[in-house]
């Protein structure tokens, strides 16, 4: 074991070493590393604006600043106060962009029509100028009148469907993510085994290494990179919906994106060695594509049925099925476990069976790559690799 | 087809060798591709410290059973020995393959390329650069360690396949085709790297259909044609066992009439200037040449052994007989 560990790393290190080194690499997670920066900090920089708001008013009129200043302070919002002469040179701070919001005696000016949270909070807090006014005229006391200011609006608390649709956001993106990932990972596994073979490396590796060495390393090399660049895409993202709320994405989608992760390690190995079979197969490197296609529209399909089927109706039998069935489960189960409420078992059977088949194909893959290897000068048939060997003479 | 009776079987020179140490074995060996027969049941011995020749034109199985004996692919029958006993996965991690077709990574660096290959050979991380560089430098490469492989001419390639084979000095080397291609100074360093490594005891097999070509290399020679052995000893012992002897001539006469009184002779080649003659064991060499001196000027003569592509010729039933089905 020791032996046949030292091989397989000494094939993975030098893949690593070697897709490290290419242009691809750098491109690709230099892109990654953009996108997700950019995911987390371009909400931010929009979100400032919305904390600060500016009120054009005629002169400096005390009461209504302090009422408002007490609402936004409720509602954590900054208010600044832009004084203007007249009706007119509100309306047109207003009309400019120097103000969000203008008030010039009974109107309210506002730059569109809707809505939206700070002409709300001025209207709100002229009522309630006014509705002091008639009950300190009706005989209320100072004491009466301060404990009225003290009422608060009941906390605002979502639960069910808001959230949920924030899940369902990130059930989508992290199916989105996946597909792409591992059909990604298995063409590099392809090409990488489809290199060798074209290039008689793969004869010179099988007189001193097992081709379970050679395929392991090269699968691990490859799910090693993708890993990396996956976790460069995500980490940051987890992070932020972890301890900021200005993403969009709820607290929850922190653990829905780890547990991605945990779905493309299955999936990466449920479909890694049957690409690497694929890709012993070809004898031109320009085969390659062909030779995946059935294994790339498998994962279509599950990707298919995960955005179409399962984003609409988490509980509907073909999602069900589908998030259970191990060459759709690991692109299935994660949408419909942030969709909604998926029983654990559930997700505990389709991780058992992803990882069983994964085992079993791998064992099938080493038989077909191995003998696939040899066949040179034309594009191997599937019925000459498998099944029992030829007979002897 | 048929055999020469000076045949040296493989279990006859075993007793030679002394101690099986080192002495790679073929034993029956048989392999098909489907219907295909490429094996038929091969066995003979190889000696260390010696350049054995595995020869044969192609498609004869050489690719086939070099590719067994290194387990790239399973025999259907018989099997390898190594040391007298069945070969080990083991043993193999310490033997040198190159085969007929190039495998090198592209992009890689010469010296990273060599010290890849020591390193699946069981050299450690600490010895395995030096290593690299000493056979490197062997092979003129030692100024090219940072260049990527792609970047180098064929020959240098060549050169490079040939030390990522070396590198961990390995007892057992076999080399499928390695002359195909090769100028006439690439073969002549080729033939040297082999001698000494051959002088130093190792064990070292190469297949070639350049039967001539390699004639002066081998001092053992395996000849199979379609899957069997037809030829296998040592090549001095297989040319002088013949019992014939080849006249080359060149005279300045057309005429071929100074032959009449010597029917037994054959005329195996008459080109414009070498007449070359195979002799029968009761002709007198000097009666030949006395009869070709008086017919005209002779300018040069010598006495030759058969070449190993007659020898073979002969063993496979000739031209004619090769063109029957197996």
Redesign the interface.
């Known amino acids: 074991m020791g ?1 046949w560990w030292r ?1 397989t790393r ?1 094939v993975a290190g ?1 893949s690593i070493t ?1 897709n490290l ?2 242009k691809t690499f750098k491109i690709v997670t230099a892109g990654l590393l953009l996108i997700s920066a950019a995911a987390v900090v371009v909400p931010q920089l929009l979100g400032q604006d919305e904390t600060s708001y500016t009120l054009a008013t005629i002169g400096r009129p005390a009461e209504l600043a302090a009422a408002v200043d007490r609402a936004a302070e409720a509602a954590g919002l900054d208010v600044a106060y832009l004084a203007r002469d007249d009706e007119d040179a509100v309306r047109r701070a207003v009309a400019d962009g120097e103000a969000d919001a203008g008030l010039a005696g009974d109107v309210l000016y506002t730059p569109q029509r809707g809505q939206s949270t700070f002409p709300v909070l001025v209207s709100q807090s002229v009522v309630a100028i006014a509705v002091s006014q008639r009950l300190a005229d009706a005989g209320l006391s100072p004491d009466q009148m301060a404990g009225l200011q003290e009422i608060r609006p009941p906390e605002q608390v979502v639960v069910g469907g808001a959230e949920d649709a924030g899940r369902a956001d990130t059930g989508f993106l992290v199916g989105i993510v996946l597909y792409l990932a591992v059909t990604f990972a298995g063409s590099a596994i392809a090409t990488a085994v489809a290199t060798e073979k074209s ?12 081709p379970s060495q050679v395929m392991v390393g090269t699968v691990l090399a490859v799910g090693a990179v993708t890993l990396a660049q996956l976790l460069i895409l995500t980490t940051p993202l987890a992070v932020a919906v972890r301890y900021t709320d200005s993403i969009g994405l709820p607290a929850t989608a922190g653990g829905d994106i780890a547990l991605a992760v945990v779905w493309f390690l299955l999936g990466f190995l449920l479909y890694a060695f049957l690409f690497a079979a694929a890709g012993a197969l070809v004898n031109k490197m320009n085969e390659v594509s062909a030779t995946i296609t059935p294994i790339t529209l498998t994962l279509l399909v599950g990707y298919l049925i995960g955005v179409f089927v399962t984003t609409n109706d988490s509980d509907a039998p073909a999602s069900v099925a589908a998030s259970l069935f191990p060459f759709t489960a690991p692109l299935v189960m994660p949408i419909r476990w942030a969709a909604g409420d998926v029983p654990v078992y559930q997700l505990a059977l389709a991780m058992l069976l992803t990882a069983a088949t994964a085992v079993l194909l791998a064992g099938v893959a080493a038989t077909v790559y191995r003998r696939a290897l ?1 066949i ?1 000068g034309r594009r191997a048939k599937l019925r000459e690799v498998v099944g029992p ?5 | 087809m048929r055999s020469l009776d000076v045949t040296v079987t493989g279990t006859e020179r075993s007793a030679d060798v002394g101690s099986p140490h080192g002495v790679l074995g073929v034993r029956d060996v048989a392999h098909s591709f489907g219907e295909r027969t490429a094996l038929v049941g091969v066995s003979f011995d190889v000696p260390p410290g010696v350049i054995t020749g595995l020869l044969g034109p192609n498609g004869a199985g050489k690719t086939t059973l070099l590719r067994i004996l290194l387990g790239v692919l399973d025999a259907d029958r018989g099997a390898v020995t190594y040391d007298g006993r069945a070969v080990r996965f083991e043993d193999r991690r310490g033997w040198g393959y190159m085969p007929q077709e190039r495998g090198l990574y592209p992009a890689m660096p010469v010296g990273q390329q060599v010290v890849y290959f020591g390193r699946l050979h069981g050299l450690s991380r600490r010895e395995a650069p030096g290593r690299a560089r000493a056979v490197l430098e062997e092979f003129d490469l030692g100024d090219r360690w940072g260049d990527r492989s792609d970047q180098l001419s064929g020959g240098m390639q060549q050169r490079l396949q040939l030390a990522t084979a070396l590198v961990h000095a390995p007892e057992v080397i076999v080399l499928d085709e390695p002359f195909a291609g090769l100028d006439p100074v690439a073969v002549v360093n080729l033939s040297q790297t082999l001698r000494r490594r051959a002088r130093d005891g190792r064990t070292v097999l190469f297949s070639s259909h350049q039967l001539d070509l390699v004639q002066d290399l081998c001092e053992e020679i395996v000849m199979i044609d379609r899957g069997r052995t037809v030829l296998n000893g040592p090549v001095s012992v297989l040319r002088a066992g013949t019992g014939e002897r080849q006249l080359r001539l060149q005279v300045r006469t057309t005429g071929r009439e100074w032959l009449d009184p010597f029917p037994g002779i054959v005329v195996v080649s008459d080109q414009a200037d070498e007449l070359r003659l195979a002799l029968p064991p009761d002709v007198d060499a000097l009666d030949v040449l006395d009869a070709a001196r008086a017919a005209g000027a002779v300018v040069d003569f010598g006495l030759d052994l058969p070449t190993l592509s007659q020898i073979f010729l002969r063993a496979a039933g000739g031209p004619a007989g090769r063109q029957e089905a197996p």
Do not use: D, N, Q
Request: charged letters at 20%; hydrophobic letters at 40%.
């Open positions: 032996s091989g000494l030098r070697e080194r290419s290039t008689h490396i793969s004869e010179v590796l099988l007189a001193v290494l097992r040899l040179t060997p030829p007979a002897t003479t």
